[in-house]
């Protein structure tokens, strides 16, 4: 995996091969950065990046000027991955080992953007959940956008708060807003 733009830009980083991961390709990854990158500016937002395994997502923020991320995965190898990686690219990257409902039931702060990279086999009330545990507990700021990853072959379109998708390859981004009150 690869850090595509940034301080860092360029610059290859090689994760432990037993970690239980599939890491968003770099095209997809460019293409999604692309998206963000008309919509915000990277040192004003929060992240809080769900299922983060090798952290390629949170890097990625990091190295194009976020401070405030927060990366949660329940695998241990993962997390210290992360958080290794990161003291060693003096990113300011919060890891936390933890079951990602239950960061989202219990979390206490919000975010600019929240990104969901679950395993691809979740099954339609997985993701329905992650959905409802954001938006009912107000997890993001008035401005935010919660993305989820997912195989090409899922459709998330039905779900509340659901605004588009971008498919590249095999790989889905699903973007869901607050909805505007009328």
Known sequence: MRI???????????????????????????????????????????????????GNISFEFASRGCEKITAVDTHYACV??????????DFTIDTLKADVYKFLEKSP??????????????DQEKFQKIIDLVFNNNLLEDDGVLIIEHSSRTDLSENQNYNYSKKYGGNMFSFFEKEELQ
């Open 4 to 54: 595509i733009s940034g301080i860092h830009k360029g610059r290859r980083l090689t994760a432990p091969k037993n970690l239980p991961v599939r890491p968003t390709t770099d095209m997809a990854k460019e293409a999604l950065f692309n998206i963000l990158n008309n919509t915000y500016y990277f040192d004003e937002i929060s992240v809080i990046d769900l299922f983060s395994g090798t």
């Open 80 to 89: 210290k991955y992360i958080s290794e990686t990161s003291k060693q690219l």
């Open 109 to 122: 702060s919000k975010a600019t953007v929240i990104f969901a990279d679950p395993p691809y086999d979740f």
